[in-house]
């Protein structure tokens, strides 16, 4: 599982649920590309295909993925930054700042994005611990 998480961390491609939906998971689904930043945040830059005049977009609570190597959730939004591009040779963009990720996570059989069971690894802890 550690590997899954570096990984992710290290910077992956993925699907983004921007919008979730139980009815349409697949549907609301966008690609992009998450990696952690040197503030140690998680950035999800997004691929924003449909932009809309006016558009503002909403702090999420969570976000499922589908990355290259697993499922995952991610938390804890602090911004979320739009880049609207009408013509030219770029595309529109949706930046997603995010604390937190839950890897190995079957997003197809979500019911909610609210966590019901929790497993953590630390890797590492009884080597810097002293332990």
Known sequence: M???????????????????????????????????????ELLLDTMDSLPDIGFE?????????????????????????????????????CSYHAGFVAVHVDAHDLRSTGPTRLEAHFPGLTLWSGM
């Not at 013509?87 to 963009?93: D, E, L, R």
């Open 2 to 40: 550690y590997e899954k998480l570096r990984h992710t961390l290290d910077g992956t491609l993925a699907y983004f649920c921007v919008s979730y939906d139980t009815k349409g998971i697949d549907s609301n689904s966008v690609p992009g590309y998450v990696h952690l930043t040197d503030k140690g």
């Open 57 to 93: 977009e909403s702090i999420p609570e969570a976000i499922p993925a589908w990355t290259t190597t697993t499922g995952a959730i991610f938390f804890d939004f602090r911004r979320v930054r739009t880049n609207q591009i009408w013509g030219g040779s770029a595309v529109s963009t």
